[in-house]
């Protein structure tokens, strides 16, 4: 492996580079762009009268406050996610995180699981910063096992799952337990099966400016722009599919144990709920038991629609294809697992 | 695009309007996120500009980062929220969901002191109490409940409100069904209604039920609908 410059012993696809001004190529077209935008805004603004009874349709705006709404929890998270990976790429000198980190896999996976707790927030905050962890030149296993953990178990959403399940401690241990466990063993088992060459490596782009300051804002606006874009992707399908979740059906599944468990974790990738709240919306499913609603808590942090959807954004099609599944299947048996145990 | 982004987040953050979506908890970090980004916007405008002139000739001009890619998707959210203008969740989303259940069975604590000659309570824990309080706290007691008409097929309507944790993504609908006004109500109306609790026997399982609890109307009020749309309880749970 050969050692360059952008960052430690990396493979030898790397990602490109760009510079934070922009070629004159790439800086035209950013200015057509802004026109563009520009144009759309204000025509948007001045046509608000003109169509002001053309969306009135209720499942359109039911929709659309849902959609809405979805975009509007994730954005202050979003931005705090890409502050850090940006801080990541620039400040942290090329190389020395994956120096920094265990050269075997087995020790590295678990100990990046762990880092995880320290990125406060929901998932929208990792997938950036696990990008840029990969670019860097961490063990794409270890930066995808940050990616898992770090929406589980940091900090506010252990207090969050301890708020809402009042009395009852066992569930933010099997919580914490069994979202590690998750993302070590989908870490290691993409260690040893995963191909780094599913991970689109150009979607990360490192960003070079003439200062510190212009490298870490210009990366840091690749990384909103990107991350950004996909996180709607997912918001809209997320808002689609709750229009078509048969909340009866649910309902009725709630006595056999396994299905409720698969139902469960499927409706934890169709809300595409924020790891601080989901909490809450697994204390008011009563009527299931207490090991499936622990499968929510587990899938829900490590694959939704809009996890998927950042996913591809920042990794790519080939990695979301087969990350996904592998990550759904993983964190329904380790929460089975563990809550058989605990609860 | 930063630019149309934080200055719609800082907007959100620091109106109103953004209790239709997400908790007012959540308006300090919008009004944050919306001003990293306007920093932000305005450092890569700054940047670009004074970047060395490029061996073409061509001065930074106007400047820009670059091409947005899968960054003009964000303006969708700022278009939505511009033209259709998305409301608070209403009576076409309630009338779809089934009633759920929701309250922890068993004893409640007594009900607050009563305001005006009535007990003002939120939707949600009206229905909580109705349906699983074994000490029947509600029994006697006049109450005043704020809600949305959500138009029954038989001809009369249910007072209903959203109960959110997170956003409007996870917003349940809890229902009473009114009996006694014979007013023809709108859908979506807001009304203050104050009545009496028709008793019934409290659930014994927290399994779903399709029980409404019933609210005997004495006095209706149309009213204005508050500004923030939905309750925040907990008590559900």
């Known amino acids: 492996m050969t050692p360059t410059e952008e960052g430690g012993p990396v493979s030898q696809v790397e990602s490109p580079v760009r510079r934070a001004g922009g070629e004159p190529e790439g800086r035209r077209g950013g200015l057509l762009d802004a026109r563009l935008l520009l144009l759309l805004v204000v025509v948007a603004l001045g046509s608000r009268s003109l169509l002001a009874g053309v969306f009135d349709n209720p499942a359109l705006q039911t929709w659309s406050t849902i959609f809405v709404s979805i975009a509007i929890q994730a954005l202050p998270f979003l931005v705090l996610g890409v502050l850090v990976s940006g801080a990541l790429a620039v400040l942290v000198p090329p190389g020395w995180l994956a120096r920094a980190l265990p050269r075997r896999d087995a020790v590295a996976v678990p100990a990046a699981g762990l880092a995880g707790a320290v990125l406060p927030g929901c998932e929208c905050a990792s997938v950036p910063v696990a990008g840029r962890l990969r670019a860097a030149g961490v063990r794409p296993a270890a930066a995808l096992a940050f990616m898992l953990a770090s929406p589980a178990i940091n900090p506010v959403v252990l207090v969050a799952t301890a708020v809402a399940f009042p009395g009852r401690p066992e569930v933010v241990a099997a919580r914490f337990l069994a979202s590690l466990l998750t993302s070590v063993v989908v870490g290691l088992v993409w260690s040893r099966l995963g191909r780094d060459e599913w991970i689109d490596r150009a979607r990360t782009r490192l960003v070079k400016g003439d200062t510190r300051w212009q490298s870490f804002s210009g990366t840091v606006r690749e990384d909103f722009l990107q991350a950004g874009g996909w996180l709607v992707v997912g918001a809209m399908a997320a808002a689609t599919l709750q229009a078509f979740v048969p909340r009866p059906l649910l309902d009725a599944v709630a006595g056999n144990h396994l299905l409720a468990a698969l139902c469960l974790g499927l409706l934890a990738v169709v809300l595409a709920i924020c790891s601080e709240a989901d909490a809450f919306v697994a204390a008011s499913l009563r009527q299931f038991p207490l090991d499936t609603r622990l499968v929510f808590l587990v899938v829900g942090p490590a694959v939704d629609v809009k996890l998927i959807a950042m996913q591809v954004g920042v990794f790519g099609g080939r990695f979301a294809a087969r990350f996904a599944p592998l990550t759904f299947v993983v964190a329904v048996a380790c929460a089975l697992l563990v809550g058989r145990w605990l609860l | ?237």
């Open chain 2, 1 to 237: 695009m930063l630019l149309v982004v934080g200055a719609t987040a800082l907007w959100l953050g620091l109106t109103d309007a953004s209790l239709a979506y997400v908790r007012a908890a959540l308006r300090p970090a919008l009004a944050a996120s919306g001003l990293v980004l306007l920093a932000l916007a305005a450092a890569t405008l700054r940047g670009a500009g004074s970047a060395p002139a490029r061996p073409d000739g061509r001065p930074a001009g106007h400047g820009h980062g670059g091409r947005l890619g899968a960054g003009w998707l964000l303006i969708v959210p700022v278009l939505v929220l511009l033209l259709v203008a998305p409301p608070a969740l209403g009576s076409f989303a309630a009338s779809r969901q089934a009633p759920r259940a929701g309250g922890e069975t068993g004893a409640f604590p007594p009900l607050p002191d009563p305001v005006d000659g009535a007990v003002p309570l939120p939707v949600s824990e009206f229905v909580s109490r109705a349906l699983y309080d074994e000490r029947q706290s509600l029994a006697q007691a006049r109450v005043r409940v704020l809600g949305f008409v959500t138009p029954d097929d038989g001809g009369g309507y249910r007072l209903a409100r959203f109960n959110v944790f997170c956003c409007a993504a996870d917003a349940e609908a809890y229902e009473v069904a009114v009996r006694g006004d014979a007013t023809p109500r709108r859908a979506d109306q807001w009304l203050l209604v104050e009545g009496r609790w028709l008793p019934e026997p409290p659930l014994t399982s927290v399994a779903p039920s399709s029980r409404r609890p019933v609210l005997v109307a004495e006095a209706v009020t149309p009213v204005r609908p508050p500004a923030d749309r939905y309750e925040h309880n907990l008590y559900g749970i």
